[in-house]
């Protein structure tokens, strides 16, 4: 669920910047005497957009340039324990022993009667 956690995070700051700018331009007046003029309110706008854009851009090359077996890793809802759970019940011998042996108990509890049967 990380992933899909992480990648919504990022996105809803991405777009939520342009609402943030027109909720400033909208209210600013009354808190302080600044007075702005078109060219700031377009400006902030292409500023927003122009990081906006890059962030999508150097996205788009991360997931192209990622290994393709890891890239669900950026949208899935799989948890943790659901994929150690899944790796436990259709791994060999050796991939149990490494789950039992590198994760911490919590991540392979549900799984716990399976691993002293």
């Not at 909208?26 to 808190?31: A, K, Q, T, V």
């Not at 393709?68 to 759970?85: G, I, V």
């Not at 436990?88 to 009667?113: M, V």
Request: aromatic share 22%; with cysteine; glycine share 4%.
């Amino acid at each position: 669920m990380g992933g899909f956690y992480w990648l919504y995070n990022v996105f809803f700051t991405q777009v939520s910047s342009f609402f943030v700018i027109l909720f400033y331009l909208e209210y600013s007046s009354g808190i302080r005497s600044f007075h702005y003029s078109e060219d700031v309110e377009g400006n902030l706008y292409i500023f927003a957009t122009f990081f906006s854009v890059s962030w999508f851009l150097s996205f788009a090359l991360l997931v192209y340039c990622s290994n393709p077996m890891f890239r669900h890793t950026f949208y899935s809802l799989t948890t943790n324990k659901q994929h150690t759970t899944r790796l436990f019940r259709k791994g060999n011998d050796e991939t149990k022993a490494q789950i039992l042996t590198k994760n911490h108990p919590d991540i392979w509890r549900p799984i716990r009667k399976e691993v002293s049967e």
